[in-house]
């Protein structure tokens, strides 16, 4: 019965998350709620994962974003980015290069929620410039994207992921062999760079990105109006 319950309360956590009939962090409380209430767990061991480790990791997490859009910083990597030579006119180099440096921000980011959050304002910034509205389609789109890349990026070196150590773990348990840090990151470069190349694709051919909506940023006179306002 209580795996009955636990099935109920998470199908109807994934429902709320897929409508949204309210805020997100009200469906967490109230599931975590409705675990009590269900008794598949007391209210002690229920509640008391808000005193985790991920909760005040994820506050920072995003008290960094939100202090790079505050302070600016995020608008001008932004328009950083758009300024470079060869990205000034070119929507698809533009998505690249900022993809690109998103997925290897892994190998100095402990965490793909960090690299999600700190790209994902510097987006916001951006979006802010050329007046793309919350809701967008487009920004939606290239949001997930960005999250796609932190993911990807996650792998490249062992420290990224809590499952990465464990996977070294488990493969020298059971063949005996120990995957250095260095073969490591050269596998995980690899594989980082295939499934990006892949990433590209779907997001160019399948996903078909409204490219044309920033063309107009990427031209030197819009870059130039936009710092002068910094």
Known sequence: PLGMRS??????????????????????FFCLALFVITGVLSADKAFGYLGYWVVPFLIGAFALGGNLQRTGIARRLALRVCSLPFV???????????????????????????????????????????????????????????????VLGARIAPWGAAGTLVGIGITQRITGYQIGLFEWTIYGLVSFFVNFVMMMLVSRFVLKLPTERIAAALRPEFIQQERAKL
């Open 7 to 28: 099935v109920a309360v998470f199908l109807l956590f994934i429902f709320w998350l897929a409508t949204t009939p309210m805020p997100l962090y009200v469906i967490a």
């Open 88 to 150: 000034q006119g070119r929507p698809w180099v533009f998505f690249t290069v900022f993809l690109l440096t998103t997925g290897l921000s892994g190998l100095y980011f402990p965490s793909p929620t960090v690299s999600t959050v700190v790209f994902t304002s510097v987006l916001i910034s951006f979006f802010t410039s050329i007046g793309i509205e919350r809701g967008d389609r487009f920004a939606g789109l290239l949001v997930l994207a960005t999250a796609w890349a932190a």
